[in-house]
């Protein structure tokens, strides 16, 4: 799986867009970007994935870029609950047992 | 919503006991991984189950084993607990072995 890169913390106003970047420069084309995040002390939460084409949840949005090599995570109205790590992954489908390998992630830190 | 539980989420267990983690997923999901997390160490997937009775192990299966009698429930034994396998456990399941995978909220074990 391709690796991702994405700066360690950002801080996000109430109620204000909070964009997530990732790159992940040598992804392949049957790669997936999937995103996670992390609320202390629970477990992870899937968010989002998508392969080429922007994609919208009720939790999210995803913006790939036309060459995919970065993309942004969009949590439209940032709540106080949404203060987590957020992991940004690569997974193809196959190879790695399936397991979930996260980085660092980026601390994203959401103030009234 | 797709729900997937853990017996505990907090325990605490003594040098040398067998410990059992249960984690059970409500959707009919194939697949089934049981990760521990620790500081510094990020997810380390220790096995995971494709299937009723299969397992397969993962990076860090030494002191573990597994059970999965039904589709919907995956055990991790401790045969006999040490310090060194203290830690957050998380269990997840995904519909196929590359999909997004569902966690629960995870056993926080200390061996003392």
């Known amino acids: 799986d391709a690796k991702t890169t994405q700066p360690p913390s950002m801080d996000c106003a109430e109620g204000r867009a909070a964009n997530l970047p990732c790159n992940h420069s040598t992804i392949s084309g049957n790669e997936y970007v999937y995103w996670y995040r992390q609320i202390h002390s629970q477990g992870p939460q899937y968010i989002i994935h998508?392969?080429?084409n922007n994609e919208t949840n009720e939790m999210a949005s995803l913006i790939i870029t036309e060459d995919r090599k970065s993309s942004t995570l969009i949590l439209p109205h940032a709540t106080l609950r949404d203060t987590a790590v957020y992991y940004c992954i690569v997974r193809g489908s196959s190879g790695n047992t399936g397991k979930l390998i996260f980085g660092q992630g980026t601390t994203l830190q959401v103030k009234p | 919503d797709v729900k997937v539980t853990q017996s505990s989420r907090y325990l605490v267990k003594r040098t040398g006991e067998k410990v059992f983690l249960e984690c059970v997923q409500d959707m009919d999901h194939e697949n089934m991984f049981w990760y521990r997390q620790d500081p510094g160490l990020g997810l380390r997937l220790i096995y995971f189950?494709?299937?009723?009775?299969?397992?397969e192990k993962g990076d860090i299966p030494e002191g573990y084993s597994v059970s999965r009698e039904k589709k919907e429930r995956f055990s991790l034994i401790l045969e006999s607990a040490s310090t060194n396998q203290t830690s957050m456990y998380l269990c997840?399941?995904?519909?196929?072995?590359?999909?997004?995978?569902?966690f629960g909220p995870g056993t926080r074990l200390t061996v003392l």
């Open positions: 997840a399941s995904s519909f196929l072995e590359y999909n997004e995978q569902f």
């Open positions: 998508g392969l080429k």
């Open positions: 189950s494709y299937d009723v009775k299969m397992k």
